[in-house]
């Protein structure tokens, strides 16, 4: 480590006075009886000489150490001895990284952009989804459940208090005979308080057996069952894509076209159609299978309208896609009416002149 020359000749000028004053010191002792006359000069008294002899082999002494000591670090910095032998280190240059080969290049064909129709996941759509299982519920004989649903069979509106007081104890048990009590009162019971408080009780359970009740009471005759069983759908956390699925796969006519009256009447077919090109592929399923219940059902009123008027093309080509795949027989005249009666757009029209091909094909 260098010492500044500033520094250097400060601690010198200090050991150089430090060592006269020593000196003068030692020599007032020595004589004591001599007197040193006031006005002697500094550089007349033998030891000033002494004293600055000494600074001057101090400083050629520190100036030696300092070319040793640079000696050394240059030394360092170039060679290194060990063992007798000189190492020299010298600067390697890093070897250049090796590029690897590029893979070679797939001409694998284009899939083409979809356009339209084509990109709404209702257009993939080729039969209604299968319904899948769920969790049967148990049978339950507890002797108070079966005297709340005994209860329940009271008709009369002076017994409308133990009605309540059944339908409380029926909610506290999540059994199959439970189920089908709460919705016997949904449905049928006197009083439209107790048919609401009913709706809103399937929809807490919210199990797969109840959905049929429910969509049932969107067509009830009182405003406030009606509006407890919209609330009571949108409750519900399962599936109804699949719920739809499970009453077409019933195969029966007169239960799907009850189904499906109920289901317009309770406004929630027309708002379904625009469901069908939604982007989330489980909000179009169930906007499909509840369409292909209303063809399979034979209550296609709405679906002919929205064909005729809907400012939505793709909602009428969503519409057609699924008479094309749902494939009724009674489509056919329906779509002929259609293409000569109103004025369709040329995609439109093309469409339904193509469901009417495949309709033709598939019962020639």
């Known amino acids: 480590m260098r010492t500044r020359p500033k520094y250097l000749f400060k601690s010198v000028s200090t050991l150089f006075f430090f060592l006269v004053a020593i000196i003068n010191s030692v020599a007032a ?26 600074v001057a082999g101090l400083v050629v002494a520190a100036v030696v150490m300092r070319r040793k000591a640079a000696e050394v670090i240059a030394s360092t910095l170039g060679k290194a001895k060990k063992g007798g032998v000189t190492m020299t280190y010298r600067e390697t240059k890093e070897a250049p990284k090796e590029r690897k080969p590029k893979p070679p290049s797939l001409n694998l064909p284009r899939l083409p952009k979809k356009e339209g129709f084509a990109v709404f996941p209702v257009s993939t759509f080729t039969k209604v989804q299968k319904a899948n299982s769920f969790i049967q519920l148990p049978e339950s004989h507890e002797p108070a459940l079966l005297e709340a649903i005994e209860q329940t069979h009271e008709d009369s509106e002076e017994d409308v ?18 189920i089908s009590a709460i919705a016997q009162i949904a449905l049928y019971d006197l009083s439209s308080k107790l048919r609401s408080d009913a709706v809103q009780i399937l929809a ?66 027309e708002r379904s159609f625009d469901r069908l090109i939604h982007s989330d592929r489980k909000i179009a399923s169930e906007a499909f299978n509840l369409t292909s219940l209303l063809i399979k059902g034979g209550e ?65």
């Not at 002792?29 to 600055?52: N, R």
């Not at 007081?165 to 199959?176: D, E, G, N, Q």
């Not at 793709?314 to 002929?336: G, T, Y």
């Open 29 to 54: 002792q020595a004589k004591p009886g001599k007197v040193v006359p006031e006005d002697d000069s500094l550089f007349s008294s033998w030891t000033t000489w002494v004293g600055l002899a000494a």
């Open 204 to 269: 807490d359970m919210n199990h797969e057996t109840g959905f049929e009740t429910i969509v049932t009471c969107c067509a009830d005759p009182t405003r406030e069952v009606r509006a407890a069983a919209a609330r009571a759908l949108f409750k519900l956390t399962f599936d109804r894509s699949h719920a739809w699925a499970r009453i077409i796969e019933s195969g029966d006519t007169a239960r799907m076209c009850h189904v499906a009256r109920c289901a317009m009447e309770g406004d929630l077919v």
């Open 300 to 364: 296609t009123e709405l679906i002919y309208k929205a064909l005729a008027n809907h400012r939505d093309e793709n909602v009428k080509l969503a519409l057609l896609h699924v008479l094309q795949v749902v494939k009724d027989d009674r489509s056919f005249d329906s779509l002929s009416n259609l293409i000569t009666h109103h004025d369709l757009s040329p995609n439109v029209a093309t469409k339904v002149n193509e469901v009417r091909s495949s309709l033709q094909m598939t019962h020639a």
């Open 161 to 178: 208090q133990t009605r309540t007081h059944a339908l409380k104890m029926l909610s506290t048990f999540k059994t199959s005979n439970s």
